[in-house]
């Protein structure tokens, strides 16, 4: 299963990284910073109609490379220019062929929310995080185990990050909440077969009060896609491959809004 693969991939990669940077290191790197990015990150999901976190990666698993032209630091401009609410930035280099430095980047030239997107699997890459200038993390229930969702939970938050808590069925759902997620996530992709449904983000949103943000993540391409999950009372949608097709992403925002925005007006 290809997220197996991932978390061995990162697991090694994390070990490559302590070589070079001690956890105590960047303990000492963060521990003056008293910032709470993340609040501004749950500000802008949880704000009345729909948010949009636009995401930034060069390819995926499923899809391979995504483009050719990657200009990272162009593309986080066009989508402040968008004005949407946050951007997710893949920061595993192996399968999505991300980078840590992109977001330290993007983060010095755009004074919007970032998620770090990456298969987060120990305390130190919430540390790498919040030294790299992200706003939030991504928690994935599959591969974590309760305690490890808890305690992640609760180090974001000590630094001042949010966390996105990332589920794909009933059961996830009900560790996230467990857990004390206050964001959760549903990937609509199957990460066994990469088949994708809309209608799990639409089932699942049953599952979540409304006092938690409920984000959609995956295989949103169109205006009515997002009418159908604004209709839902999601929060907030994660694009990502859509946007990174699309010669002129501010456009393709702009068409992919433009009923939701009607209708909120």
Do not use: W
Request: with cysteine.
């Amino acid at each position: 299963m290809i997220l197996d693969d991932l978390v061995i991939a990162t697991k090694k990669r994390v070990e490559r990284q302590r070589q070079l940077t001690s956890l105590s290191d960047l303990k000492k790197r963060v521990q003056h910073d008293v910032t709470r990015p993340g609040d501004e990150f749950m500000t802008a999901l949880g704000k009345p109609g729909l948010s949009v976190i636009a995401e930034i990666k060069k390819a995926s698993p499923s899809k391979g490379q995504i483009t050719n032209s990657f200009d990272y630091l162009d593309i986080a401009k066009k989508y402040a220019e968008a004005r949407v609410d946050a951007i997710s930035v893949l920061t595993e280099p192996e399968y999505f062929k991300g980078s840590l430095d992109y977001l330290t980047k993007i983060a010095a030239q755009v004074k919007i929310p970032l998620l770090r997107k990456d298969f987060t699997i120990s305390e130190y890459m919430i540390y790498q995080a919040k030294a790299a200038r992200a706003s939030a993390i991504l928690l994935i229930v599959a591969i974590l185990t309760q305690q490890q969702l808890e305690e992640y939970l609760k180090l974001a938050d000590e630094l001042g990050l949010a966390a996105i808590v990332e589920t794909h069925d009933e059961k996830e759902v009900k560790q996230a909440l467990q857990a004390g997620a206050q964001i959760i996530g549903v990937n609509n992709r199957n990460l066994k077969d990469f088949s994708v449904d809309l209608n799990n983000s639409l089932q699942l949103r049953k599952l979540v009060p409304e006092n938690i943000v409920f984000v959609a993540e995956s295989g949103i391409k169109t205006a009515q896609d997002l009418k159908i999950l604004t209709n839902a009372n999601v929060d907030a949608v994660l694009i990502g491959e859509t946007l990174m097709r699309a010669t002129d992403k501010k456009a393709c925002l702009t068409n992919l809004l433009g009923e939701v925005k009607e209708d909120e007006s």
